[in-house]
DNA sequence: CTCTTGATCTTCT
DNA sequence: GAAGATCAAGAGC
């Protein structure tokens, strides 16, 4: 087996504070971040905002017991299962009631490597984070981490480092509000789900 | 490479 | 009963 490269440097940790405004601002400010889960992550490299005010977002009805978490205020973890086999892991933006949240949906992995290659059957690394059902299962997220915050264990969250540019276009695999350009991306990531 | 399909949970109609 | 913020495997080109 061959050694993997030692994992980057982190920059500072995120408090709960940082997910206090627009959406659209956390958004490109989370690209580039390192997300982990009991110490296994990595840099996020793509995100979709949503917010209640269009017909996309889970939270545009209004609260239901799945989306509660959306209604509260921001810097938690909001979990939902996607398509009946998958979860999907959302951060919480905003104050609360704003029922903002961005969905993660790509990381580059840098931090346990082989125990997501153990949770997904996979080696290849491009593959192993690339898609949001595919992270949460590297990751080890489930409806057990509805509800949680940010800044506290299991996960742990820090500011990237550096310069990075970032890239934007429209959502994915929706039908309603499709012509938003919300979905963020790290430019040039090999990892992202689909290119820009 | 693209296209199709099955898996089967939660919400809404 | 249908649709959905998805993924992997298999068929066909």
Redesign the pocket.
């Given at each position: 087996m061959a050694q993997n490269p030692p994992a980057p440097r982190l920059g500072k940790p995120l408090k709960r504070a940082f997910f206090l405004r627009s959406v659209h601002e956390v958004a490109p400010d989370l690209i580039g971040a390192t997300l982990l889960v009991n110490g296994v992550g990595g840099v996020i490299v793509e995100l979709?905002a949503?917010h209640h005010t269009e017909p996309?977002?889970?939270?545009?009805?209004?609260p239901?017991?799945?989306?509660a978490v959306?209604f509260g205020p921001g810097g938690f973890v909001?979990v939902?299962?996607?398509?009946?086999?998958?979860w999907?892991v959302?951060f919480v933006c905003e104050r609360e009631g704003s029922a903002s949240?961005?969905?993660i949906?790509?990381l580059e992995p840098t931090h346990g490597i082989a125990a997501m290659r153990r949770r997904?059957?996979?080696h290849d690394e491009r593959?192993l984070c690339?898609?949001?059902?595919?992270?949460t299962?590297a990751l080890g997220i489930t409806?057990a981490h509805n509800g949680l915050a940010l800044d506290v264990p299991p996960f742990a969250l820090y500011a990237r480092i550096g310069k990075i540019e970032v890239a934007t276009g429209v959502?994915?695999?929706?039908?309603?509000a499709a012509e938003l350009p919300w979905r963020y991306g790290l430019k040039g990531s090999k990892f992202l789900?689909k290119p820009f």
């Open positions: 979709e949503y996309a977002a889970h939270s545009f009805n209004g239901t017991p799945r989306n959306m909001y939902y299962r996607s398509y009946g086999i998958h999907c959302n949240a961005v969905l949906r790509a997904r059957g996979l593959a690339s898609g949001p059902g595919k992270l299962q409806h959502r994915i695999g929706i039908t309603k789900s």
